[in-house]
């Protein structure tokens, strides 16, 4: 089982939101770039790169579907105390 991962992530405060940015990745839309634009976490100034991190570091929500989905799919709406994420799992290890 993986004990640490790298994602990429977009945080907004409304579900409607965190689907339209989905539906614009669905269609090709680059994720760094939407992260850049419409995320409300300062790692959107890193195209939403949370960089590599140990199981257990983040909410435990988001911590279940990085450690437990796909790897380079668009997640979500993953909802937690700050907003909704969508989240793309870059690896683990």
Aim: glycine share 10%.
């Amino acid at each position: 089982m993986a004990s640490t991962a790298a994602a990429l992530h977009i945080l907004v405060k409304h579900e409607e939101k965190a689907y339209e940015i989905l539906e614009k990745l669905e269609k090709g839309g680059n994720f760094q770039k939407l992260a850049k634009s419409h995320s409300i976490c300062p790692s959107k100034k890193d195209g939403g790169n949370l960089g590599e991190f140990r199981k257990g570091a983040m909410v435990p929500a988001f911590d279940k579907v990085v450690f437990n989905g796909e790897i380079l799919a668009n997640l979500g709406p993953v909802k937690t105390k700050h907003g909704y994420h969508i989240i793309k799992v870059l690896f683990r290890t």
